[in-house]
C-alpha cells in the first residue's frame, strides 16, 4: 500500500502580479535562497499562538505559561529536525549572520578562524575580529580537504595549542555547490579544530544530521526555512558560549546584578538576553515539524530533477552562461547563477520581473569575492572599483541573476523562465527601463498598482546594504 504524502502548502503561491504590459499573471518565485515564503503550517501556528502569547519565562499569568511553554517547546522540535548532539546547545537568534556574529563574539581570545574567500558575507566578515585567515577558493571539490589541511599544519606550527574554528558553507548560495564538510569534519578533528557550518542554504534543501555529520557548530536562518517570522538558530558546543561574557546584555542574560558585578544565567539563556521572539521560534518549529512530516530525503530527490531540467533549459538560451566555482559535476542544491551576454544583470531581472511576472535575484549575493571570480574580474579592475567607492562615486558593481528553486517550484516555472529568457536574449525588452537614483533599473513608466493592503507601501527602492 502507498501513503500519500500532502504537498508542502506555502502562503502566497497562488497569488497574481501586475505586468507593465498589461493584466496580470501567476507570480513565479525563483528567489528562495533569498527568502522563502512562509509554509501554512507556520503561518497558522503564528496565529494559533497570538491570542496567548504573554511575557516568556519569568510571568506567572496563564498566557505567560502557554508562551513559555511553546518556546521551549519549539527548541525540542528544531533539536529534533537537526538531530542535534544530546551535549549540544541550540540558541534562538534573529538570523544566520545574528548567530555567527554571535559564535565570533564567544571565541577564545587567542583563537584562529579558517575560512575561504567563496563565502556569503555573514560567514567571512564577523572573522575580522579575530585572528582569521581567509583561504582562496580550492578549484575542485576533492582539493577542499587538502586546502584545509595545509592551513591547519600552518597555525598548528604557529600556535601548536590555540583554539582553531574551521568556518564554511553546507552549499554555496551563488552556486548551489555542495561542500564536503563531513569530509573536512574528519580532517579538522585530527588537528583538534572545530567546524562551523553555515547552514543557511543547506537546511532547506537536504537533511542534516549534525550527530553524523559532527559538526561542532551549525547556524541557519528560519526566513530560508519557509518560516519568515525573525528567528534562527545557533547550535554547538557548549563551553565557548558559555565561557564569554554574552554577545547581547540585558535582562534574561543574568541571575543576579549589582553595580559592581553580574552574575551571568547559563545556557541558554545566557546568550538569549532580551525578550525572545516567541512567535518566531514557534513558525521554524511549526516548519521543522511539516517538512519532517513531508521527509527532506524526498523533498531533496524532487528537486534534483527539477535542477536538472534548470540546468539543461537554461543552456540552450542563446548567450546565457551558467556560473559554477567548480568545473566537475558534483552535489548541488536548486541554484542557478547565470549571466546573458551584453545584457545588464540589473535589466535582465527588472526585465523578468515587470514583463513576465518572474521573481528572480541579482547582484553579487553577498559573496563579492567569489562573484569577482567567476565574472573573471581581474584584480586591477576590481582595484579601479575599490578606488571609485571609496572616493564615493555612484557605480554599479558587475553581477549576475540567480534563480533559485523551493517546494513548491515546478516545472511549468522552469519554462516560464527559460522562456521569457529567450525572448530577451533574441528581442530584448518590450518596455522602457531607466537607472533611478539606487543604480536599479526600474520600468519607465511602471503602471502597475500597489496592493490593496491595511497599512502604506512605498515600491520606490530605499538605498540600503544587499542581502542575499
Given at each position: ?83 542535534v ?80 574554528l ?32 553555515d ?8 537533511p542534516?544530521?549534525m ?78 515539524r ?122 511549468e516555472?522552469v ?28 520600468p519607465?513608466?511602471?503602471?502597475r ?20
Amino acid at each position: 500500500m502507498t501513503t500519500t504524502v500532502a504537498r508542502p502548502r506555502l502562503v502566497g503561491s497562488d497569488v497574481e502580479v501586475p505586468l507593465v504590459t498589461g493584466g496580470t499573471t501567476r507570480h513565479v518565485n525563483l528567489d528562495y535562497a533569498a527568502s522563502t515564503p512562509a509554509l501554512r503550517e507556520a503561518a497558522e501556528a503564528v496565529n494559533a499562538l497570538l491570542p496567548w502569547y504573554g511575557s516568556v519565562h519569568r510571568g506567572a499569568g496563564y498566557k505567560s505559561l502557554v508562551s513559555t511553554g511553546a518556546y521551549e517547546s519549539a527548541r525540542s522540535v528544531i533539536r529534533s529536525f537537526l538531530r542535534v548532539p544530546e551535549d549540544h546547545v541550540l540558541l534562538f537568534t534573529r538570523n544566520t549572520t545574528d548567530s555567527l556574529n554571535l559564535l565570533s563574539a564567544s571565541l577564545p581570545g587567542e583563537a584562529f578562524v579558517l575560512t575561504f574567500d567563496s563565502e556569503h558575507h555573514a560567514n567571512l566578515l564577523p572573522w575580522r575580529r579575530r585572528r582569521a585567515r581567509f583561504l582562496p577558493a580550492p578549484p575542485a571539490r576533492d582539493a577542499v580537504v587538502d586546502a584545509v589541511t595545509e592551513a591547519l599544519k600552518v597555525v598548528r606550527r604557529e600556535a601548536p595549542n590555540a583554539p582553531v574554528l574551521v568556518a564554511l558553507t553546507g552549499a554555496s548560495n551563488v552556486t548551489g555547490e555542495i561542500w564536503p564538510v563531513g569530509e573536512v569534519v574528519e580532517a579538522a578533528h585530527r588537528y583538534g579544530a572545530r567546524v562551523l557550518m553555515d547552514a543557511a542554504q543547506l537546511a532547506p534543501h537536504a537533511p542534516i544530521d549534525m550527530s553524523a555529520l559532527g559538526v561542532d557548530y551549525l547556524a541557519l536562518s528560519g526566513h530560508k526555512l519557509y518560516a519568515p517570522f525573525g528567528a534562527g538558530v545557533l547550535v554547538g558546543r557548549a563551553d565557548w558560549l558559555q565561557a564569554t561574557e554574552p554577545f547581547l546584555l540585558g535582562g534574561g542574560a543574568v541571575r543576579f546584578v549589582t553595580t559592581d558585578e553580574v552574575l551571568w544565567s547559563a545556557l541558554p539563556h545566557r546568550q538569549e538576553a532580551g525578550s525572545p521572539n516567541v512567535l518566531g521560534a514557534v513558525a521554524l518549529a511549526a516548519a521543522c515539524r511539516a517538512l519532517a512530516r513531508i521527509g527532506m530525503e524526498h523533498l531533496a530527490f524532487e528537486e534534483q530533477g527539477l535542477l536538472e531540467l534548470a540546468r539543461q533549459r537554461l543552456s540552450r538560451v542563446p548567450n546565457l552562461t551558467i556560473h559554477t566555482l567548480w568545473s566537475e559535476p558534483g552535489p548541488r542544491i536548486g541554484v542557478v547563477t547565470f549571466t546573458v551576454e551584453g545584457i545588464d544583470h540589473g535589466l535582465l531581472a527588472a526585465i523578468l520581473s515587470a514583463e513576465h511576472g518572474i521573481g528572480v535575484r541579482h547582484g553579487c549575493f553577498c559573496a563579492h569575492p567569489l562573484m569577482l571570480r567567476l565574472l573573471r574580474v581581474s584584480e586591477a579592475a576590481a582595484e579601479r572599483l575599490r578606488s571609485r567607492l571609496r572616493a564615493g562615486e555612484p557605480l554599479r558593481l558587475p553581477g549576475a541573476v540567480r534563480m533559485s528553486l523551493g517546494i513548491d517550484s515546478t516545472a511549468e516555472d522552469v519554462e516560464r523562465l527559460a522562456t521569457a529568457l529567450e525572448r530577451v536574449a533574441l528581442e530584448g525588452p518590450r518596455w522602457r527601463y531607466r537607472l533611478d537614483e539606487t543604480g536599479e533599473w526600474v520600468p519607465d513608466p511602471d503602471p502597475r498598482p500597489v496592493p490593496d493592503l491595511p497599512f502604506p507601501i512605498n515600491l520606490e527602492r530605499h538605498l540600503g546594504g544587499e542581502s542575499s
